[in-house]
């Protein structure tokens, strides 16, 4: 049974702060900078370029997809570390479409994180083969599904209100009409627990700065069905994705193993801090994780729909419904979000009228709900969204 | 005047060790730990997700461009940093042939990097339009340019024997046939005086883990002529591109100025890494540096040359061709390169028979190259590379 005060107190959380905020920008591990000392200074400094042997530098990638794999129910050798989750996104869809060449729709939802729409775009104009980008609302997606569907595109659980598709059922009706899924995991990958192989689910990606608090600016990881391994094609063919890439031949040959979803150099030190989160990660059993995401997300909802009448929750009431974080509107919510920041709560607006909470159970207990909502009633209480400090503009995913 | 024995003083390198591998990893600067500290606990740790506006992370890829764009003769507001090399050439890349939709063909020679002309294989292969990528050799590239020619793309400066192209003249040439032209700067930046904006090069890009001291895994830089900031398009549109990232528009309209070329989420921590390696190098005055350079690469050669006739100069002679590297071919270059690292000197190896020296005047001094070549002498005059400890396999650019 994991122990979640344990974990806690793996994190540093400063002074007087309630971060509901993880799912943005998860807190620093507190083993993450004695970690990155030995990566800069005993590695780096020291080793210089006999690093990437000695330090093992060249495997980082495949050694911490293999950790990452476990979170999201993959098997080891089908995950890889590398780059950002935009980019693992361009190799996934670039891959997908080539396996379909017949087939014009990419079919997505309103609800996907418009960064993988633009990148949906962005490879449909560079194309130029007539794809189409439809998105649709997230309800509406099965019924949408049918054999002009080349790949289904889908954020799990949704950046904004939380709500998480079926995997499994969308992924198996998408297969019924032969199309291919693109599952990205954001705001899924340490949040919810994952089942990639078992739904057979073709492609996914994710980054590990939100629920896994691997730092700003921690590599995406890139997952490929073992079937699709040795097959899919990435128009990005980079130097650590060829099959030799010590031959320093002219000509690429793609990599056998997920190593091929591989491209430039990859950081280093950003991994590291990553590893050190993982450290965590690999002691957490996801099962006794979700129940107490659960747990601290109904208990968030019932006592600020007692406390606070006048916000309006803008997630699925059901718990299966959604992932590990909460959103509530509220006309005067930005200004809200400002003044639980300046007493100490951490959570985050999205236009128009969005407040955003994420509850991480690694770090985050039922004493931390109770005075977060405290505070807010408190705030509502006051009407302090009229006060003039709280009313300047500024976000951050 | 640049004091380079103060500079020396600004890295770290270990104990016995002469270091002439910059041009594949350069070392620490001592700054840099502490850096990364601040980053880690005074930004991550303490403002969490306000440090994105806070700390400044947000504008940092376009701060930190504004201080390499000095050091490569570009304009502020020309260069951005992100991702890595090989992401960097494949957004120049697609942008300069949807400017030449016309033309099929990409030039480039057999001295480029292979992951350029990886990233050109698999641009073209996923574009399928009909392109072409022509490889010849370095000195029949003006005889091959023509009005056929969509994108000269070249990297500056070789990486196996240091060769070095004349920017000016073959841009001006390529300009001359309706090409556009897109340099690699990956063995240039900080090694070489550079001046883009003169010599109107429309895109380059280059890496900042060589000779710029950025440690392994710092981002990349990318230029863009100024004139087609506002037009060029990226296949790659990315949510940090996006004119307008925090409205969440399900549309992609690209930024105006450089940080269109922005793709996602930067590598925060490795980019801090980098600003105290350009702590050192703000100070730095260009041509005093190569003038150094010269001196030291001038040394080196005439010192092999006299001390172990055995090698064969495999970098041009003249200093004028070539950048701050010299390689030389030996039959038993690898078990020599093993030999010369186990007692202090290190340089590295590139199949079948070419050994690199990197010489870079930030912390290499005359009686470091006068110290190496010694060492190297008595190996070659000990037949060293015939004992078995020297004949294992491993390397890395």
Known sequence: MTDFAATKAKFHLPKGVIYLDGNSLGPLPVAAMERARRTIESEWGELLIRAWNLAGWMDQPRRVGDRIARLIGAAPGTVVMGDTLSIKMHQTLAAALSMRPERKVVLSDTGNFPSDLYIAQGLIESLDRGHVLKTVAPEAVEAEL???????????????????????????????????????????????????????????????????????????????????????????????????????????????????????????????????????????????????????????????????????????????????????????????IQALIARGVIGDFRAPDRMRFGFAPLYTDHGDVRCAVDILAKILTERAWDRPEYRKVAAVT
Chains 1, 2 share one sequence.
């Open 146 to 336: 049918g054999e002009h569907v080349a790949v289904l595109m889908l954020t799990h659980v949704d950046y904004g209100s939380g709500r998480m598709h079926d995997m499994a059922r969308l992924t198996q009706k998408a297969h019924a009409v032969g199309a291919l899924v693109i599952w990205d995991l954001a705001h899924s990958a340490g949040a919810v627990p994952l089942d990639l192989a078992g739904c057979k689910a073709d492609f996914a990606a994710g980054c590990t700065y939100k629920y896994l608090n691997g730092g700003p600016g921690a590599p995406a990881f890139i997952y490929l069905r073992p079937d699709h391994i040795d097959t899919a094609r990435t128009a990005l063919a980079g130097w650590l994705g060829h099959e030799a890439p010590f031959d320093f031949a002219r000509d690429y040959r793609p990599a056998r193993g997920i190593e091929r979803m591989r491209i430039g150099t990859p950081s280093v030190v950003q991994m590291s801090i990553l590893e050190a989160a993982l450290d965590i990660w690999d002691q957490i059993d996801m099962a006794a994780l979700r129940a107490r995401s659960v747990e601290l997300t109904e208990l968030f909802i019932d006592r600020v729909e007692a406390q606070c009448p006048a916000l309006k929750l803008d997630s699925p009431r059901p718990p299966a419904m959604r992932g590990s974080q909460v959103s509530f509107r509220f006309e005067h919510g930005y200004a809200v």
